[in-house]
């Protein structure tokens, strides 16, 4: 955990900064009270926290050009933070730098149905954008559970997914184009499909550390002629496996395959009453969509998949309001497990799909070892496990051990040949797990790009990769040689 007082900071280049974005925002746009800028001291992993020099709330690209600059000419580093609702302390502010909150930038500024896309602030919230079209039978296909609250700049900075990604792809395949101010206050358009770098594939995903996005053009998908739900009943979660691999073996592509365990139902159950079968050890939601007659087709094959490994009930949803309370359970599971414990911690990890028996039951087994429960919620049908370290904060040592068994599912994901995060981003947690998963030379790599970016390391410093890896000159009062690459132990690119 880190933490900063509110009063810690007003270093003179602060000062610079609040007086230049004085000159362009309206004065309540301007947050320097100390009590105002500790509401903005964490994102959604509160067990980070520090409270930022400044927090600025500009309404327009030109604002946020301002605030840039301001900040580039005084060597402060900036943060963007759009909903706060990230899982991986991306949005953390910086002691010493200003946080560009783009709540106010929630305008949909064009809508082109003739063109299948729209152009939105980057405050957008991410289900407004389909509630915008929805009557024009349109929708903006990623759908992060938390999608009645994030915004789609947060969404572009994260690479969000959501349960239908498995057919419909990530945030990167429905962003056409983004204009993005660059960490030295230039505005550039980055577009989709132009010849050349694909600059808009390396912004999309890079979670706020090469510039600050301030309009995103997003694809609008036409809504599919059906949508068929199904929730299975299994004994365990071995059953359950089997018949996504089944599934997915026999060449049907689901919306969606979402799989829940014992514990998982157990706290959805508590929180949203939906109504799960009965003694189930796993629930697979399953989701088909498109034209009916294609999907009346694989809806059958998926049943009989379903029924030949095990599923002791298949209820099939009759109606809109069936389907609502079929994912309710499942997009309340994060939030649900509240219910049964004091704490816990959000975990975020792929394996291939094929090895979900095998890393599951050595979960179980890490669990069992250390006593510390979890719970399992993930998008089956692409590997990406959410598992749940449930603890109780108020006992000695709990979270340390949480943090221990927490970690160690990721080094079983990075076993596996998987990832140490499917799409809640490195940001400042994950920081510390790059190099078990990269060589410093993939991290080198990466390193340089974010260097032609952002030479001097002000935006969003200190999220994605490990320190010491300097880039330029680091922000802040210091100026010359950093002591780490004087001692050598940091390189300096
Ligand atoms: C209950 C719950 C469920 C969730 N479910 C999912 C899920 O299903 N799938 C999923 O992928 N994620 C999920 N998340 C994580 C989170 O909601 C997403 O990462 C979301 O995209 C973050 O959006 P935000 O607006 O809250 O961004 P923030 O948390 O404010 O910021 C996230 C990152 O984006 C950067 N950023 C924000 N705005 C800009 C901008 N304009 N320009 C440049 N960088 C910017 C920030 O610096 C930070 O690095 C969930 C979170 C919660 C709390």
Not at 330 to 338: C, D, H, P, Q
Not at 358 to 372: C, K, M, N, T
Request: aromatic share 4%.
């Amino acid at each position: 955990m880190q933490s900063a007082s509110p009063e810690a900071v007003a270093a003179p280049q602060i000062a610079g900064v609040v007086e230049r974005c004085h000159e362009v925002l309206a004065p309540e746009c301007v947050i320097t009270d100390p009590q105002q800028r500790r509401t903005y001291e964490c994102d959604g992993l509160a067990s980070y926290k520090v409270v930022p020099a400044l927090v600025v709330l500009p309404e327009t690209t030109a604002q946020v050009r301002a605030v840039v600059t301001a900040c580039a000419d005084a060597g402060v580093p900036f943060v963007a933070r759009g909903s706060g609702t990230g899982l991986s302390g991306g949005a953390l502010p910086h002691a010493e730098g200003v946080l560009i909150v783009t709540s106010k930038m929630r305008s949909i500024l064009d809508i082109d149905l003739a063109n299948e896309r729209a152009v939105v602030q980057p405050g957008v919230i991410n289900l407004d954008v389909s509630k915008a079209v929805a009557s024009d039978g349109y929708y903006f296909a990623p759908d992060p559970s938390s999608q009645q609250v994030c915004s789609v700049g947060g969404n572009v900075a994260e690479n969000s997914g959501g349960a239908h990604c498995l057919k419909y792809g990530f945030t990167s395949n429905h962003i056409l184009a983004v204009d993005v101010v660059t960490p030295d206050g230039e505005l550039v358009e980055l577009h989709a499909g132009t010849p050349g770098y694909d600059l808009l594939g390396a912004f999309v995903g890079s979670e706020g550390t090469l510039g600050v996005v301030t309009s995103i053009t997003v694809r609008l998908l036409r809504k599919p002629e059906t949508v068929q739900t199904l929730l299975a009943g299994f004994p365990s979660t071995d059953e359950a496996g089997g018949a996504v691999s089944a599934i997915i073996s026999a060449g049907v592509t689901p919306a969606a395959i979402e799989m829940m365990d014992a514990l998982s139902i157990e706290a959805a159950e508590q929180a949203v009453q939906c109504g799960y079968p009965h003694g189930a050890g796993a629930v697979l939601v399953i989701e088909l969509d498109g034209p009916a007659t294609e999907v009346e087709h694989t809806f059958a094959e998926v049943e009989r998949h379903c029924g030949d490994h095990g599923a002791f009930e298949i209820r099939v949803a009759a109606d809109d309001h069936e389907r609502a309370m079929i994912w309710k359970g499942r997009k309340s599971a994060f939030a649900a497990v509240g219910r049964i414990s004091p704490a816990y911690i959000v975990q975020d990890g792929v394996i291939p799909r094929t090895s979900l028996p095998e890393v599951l039951s050595r979960i179980a087994r890490l669990s069992a070892d250390s006593g510390v429960r979890v719970a399992n919620v993930f998008h089956a049908g692409d590997g990406n496990l959410h598992p749940l370290v449930l603890f109780d904060d108020s006992e000695d040592g709990a979270e340390q051990r949480a943090e221990q068994v927490s970690g160690a599912i990721l080094d079983l994901c990075i076993e596996q040949g998987g990832s140490i995060t499917g799409e809640h981003g490195v940001g400042a947690d994950k920081v510390r797990y790059m190099g078990r998963m990269f060589t410093d030379e993939d991290l080198d790599t990466m390193q340089r790009v974010r260097c032609a970016f952002d030479p001097r390391g002000l935006c969003n410093p200190g999220k994605l990769f490990p320190t010491p890896r300097l880039c330029g000159e680091v922000p802040g009062p210091r100026r010359g040689v950093h002591p780490l690459t004087e001692a050598g132990l940091a390189d300096q690119f």
